[in-house]
T-cell receptor, first 114, second 116 residues
Framework: DQQVKQNSPSLSVQEGRISILNCDYTNSMFDYFLWYKKYPAEGPTFLISISSIKDKNEDGRFTVFLNKSAKHLSLHIVPSQPGDSAVYFCAASPFGGSARQLTFGSGTQLTVLP | NAGVTQTPKFRVLKTGQSMTLLCAQDMNHEYMYWYRQDPGMGLRLIHYSVGEGTTAKGEVPDGYNVSRLKKQNFLLGLESAAPSQTSVYFC???????????????FGPGTRLLVL
């Protein structure tokens, strides 16, 4: 049973437009959420995160929105650039424990068309 | 500053063979992790370590063992490889919970393993 779901395996967007990647979760214990970006033949790299006490976090062209009641988060990239083409993973972490373990979604392949 | 490095990059094993994957980090991180990534699935945590000499099981630990004899190294062992262990393996490291941002993990480039 996947606790973190990314229902869109792929997304194509024109350069300059907004990219919106979505993620849903089922575990109410998750209180910290992250987005990672992955290029082929490389490891994932951290992009942006949000705590459950917030509903929005912004970093340059990247904004993450969290809707706790819907157990939904989204990543907005604006404007989208060809270099943004990558696989984006959503991850979530529950409070507590000796190490906050990340649960990852299956990823969304974003293609930004020039 | 190399970050997180993994050895080897690619390996082919026959069923029943054993091997060890090596992960090294030079960021003085306290925590280290081993994940596997399979097609259509996200990364799944195999084992992790919160410090030298300590290890713990993650979501999918069966068939793997780990050791953390030095702070900078985290080894993943397959005692008797099975075709189901064909995957891409990622190592990661992070600061401890006490130092904050433990959730932000830094990943290596991955090891592609094929078990025939």
């Amino acid at each position: 049973d996947q606790q973190v779901k990314q229902n869109s395996p792929s997304l194509s967007v024109q350069e300059g437009r907004i990219s919106i990647l979505n993620c849903d979760y089922t575990n109410s214990m998750f209180d910290y959420f992250l987005w990672y970006k992955k290029y082929p033949a490389e490891g994932p790299t951290f992009l942006i995160s949000i705590s459950s006490i917030k509903d929005k976090n912004e970093d340059g062209r990247f904004t993450v929105f969290l809707n706790k009641s819907a157990k939904h988060l989204s990543l907005h990239i604006v404007p989208s650039q060809p270099g943004d083409s990558a696989v984006y993973f959503c991850a979530a972490s529950p409070f507590g424990g000796s190490a906050r373990q990340l649960t990852f979604g299956s990823g969304t392949q974003l293609t930004v068309l020039p | 500053n190399a970050g997180v490095t993994q050895t080897p990059k690619f390996r082919v094993l026959k069923t029943g063979q054993s091997m060890t994957l090596l992960c090294a980090q030079d960021m003085n991180h306290e925590y280290m992790y081993w994940y596997r990534q399979d097609p259509g699935m996200g990364l799944r945590l195999i084992h992790y370590s919160v410090g030298e000499g300590t290890t713990a099981k993650g979501e999918v630990p069966d068939g793997y063992n780990v050791s953390r004899l030095k702070k900078q190294n985290f080894l993943l062992g397959l005692e008797s490889a099975a075709p189901s262990q064909t995957s891409v393996y990622f190592c990661a490291s992070s600061y401890s919970i006490d130092r904050g941002n433990q959730e932000t993990q830094y990943f290596g480039p991955g090891t592609r393993l094929l078990v025939l």
